[in-house]
């Protein structure tokens, strides 16, 4: 059995897709297998899988979202771990090194991520992702968002997604930080600063629906807010955390073009914590910035 399980979901991602399988295929760690889920693409992702007929097991299902795909190809999966790699994004040649020597020198942590290069058209970066981190990994994925990030930097122990039933299928833009905050329950969690992982900026994956967004964040926070261990002191901060989470939404709806929503989201930001109020008279020159630079927050990065 391979140690790591490398799953790509993908959907009519037949652009990307080639360059996301030789990036794990050139690894320096190579005790994987490669398993890709398509996810009812229309394009040419079968034809591109087909160039690796001994690396890359393929699956194929009706669209159902990508976390029935990831849901899927964990299932399927052998290795001791899974790792994650969106179709889009590319890793770094030593990757899956980094992230097994560190979970060698950490085995009481059964995840691990790292840092990401962030680039637009091409290969020109436009920015680097780090977490900011603050407190315990349940403490910074409540009250500062997914500091996680994408789901491309993670790999993980396979027993653990079983314990928590791997990604919710109600979710769809957030069922990755939904479940983060779930699989602290069960593991520790280890960050590699190293950008291993380049995140690609494009149209597609730039165009994410504001009120699904909402709706799932939302939800999100609801869910970890019910939970028996969520520690007093954050707890305590919930209308914090949520006036923050309407204050993103409110950029998001805002770059969208959605304006009533931006006002609506901005002012049930500042009715739950005044301090918003401050984030929101600074938002116009960020704004700017933003445009003038291409930028585009991932997670919850600093």
């Known amino acids: 059995m391979p140690t790591v399980s490398v799953v790509i979901p993908t959907y009519n991602s037949a652009e990307y897709l080639a360059e996301a399988i030789e990036s794990v295929l050139r690894q320096t760690f190579v005790d994987f297998e490669v398993v890709v889920v398509d996810d009812g693409s229309r394009d040419g992702t079968k034809d591109i899988v087909r160039r690796y007929p001994s690396r890359v097991r393929y699956l194929f299902q009706e669209n ?36 097994m020597e560190e979970l060698a020198r950490h085995p009481g942590c059964g995840v691990c991520h790292t840092a990401i290069k962030i680039v637009g058209n091409g290969v020109q970066q436009v920015g680097a992702g780090r977490p900011a981190r603050g407190g315990s990994t349940l403490e910074d994925l409540l009250l500062r968002g997914n500091v996680v990030g994408t789901p491309s930097t993670v790999i993980c122990e396979r027993t ?7 990604f919710d299928l109600d979710l769809s833009q957030c069922a990755d930080w939904d479940l983060w905050i779930r699989l602290t329950r069960v593991t520790e969690f280890l960050f590699v600063d190293e950008p291993l992982v380049i995140y ?9 629906d504001p009120r699904l967004l909402e709706r ?73 910035r933003r445009r003038v630079h291409g930028e585009r927050p991932v997670g919850q990065w600093r």
């Not at 969106?86 to 030593?94: G, K, P």
């Not at 690609?200 to 994410?208: D, I, T």
């Open 64 to 99: 159902k979202g990508v976390a029935s795909a990831r849901n899927w190809g964990i299932k399927e999966s052998r290795g001791r771990y899974v790792s994650f790699l969106d179709a889009d994004d590319v890793w770094l040649e030593r990757k899956l090194e980094r992230q």
């Open 160 to 166: 653990v997604l079983f314990d928590v039933a791997g």
């Open 200 to 208: 690609r900026q494009h149209k597609a994956n730039m165009s994410r």
């Open 216 to 288: 799932d964040s939302v939800r999100v926070l609801e869910k970890a807010f019910g939970r028996s261990e969520v520690p007093p002191f954050v707890r305590a901060r919930r209308d914090a955390t949520f006036a923050r989470n309407y204050m993103a939404l409110a950029g998001t709806y805002f770059y969208a073009g959605h304006y009533r929503d931006f006002v609506r989201c901005a002012m049930r930001a500042v009715s739950l914590d005044t301090r918003q109020l401050g984030y929101l008279v600074g938002f116009p020159a960020r704004a700017v």
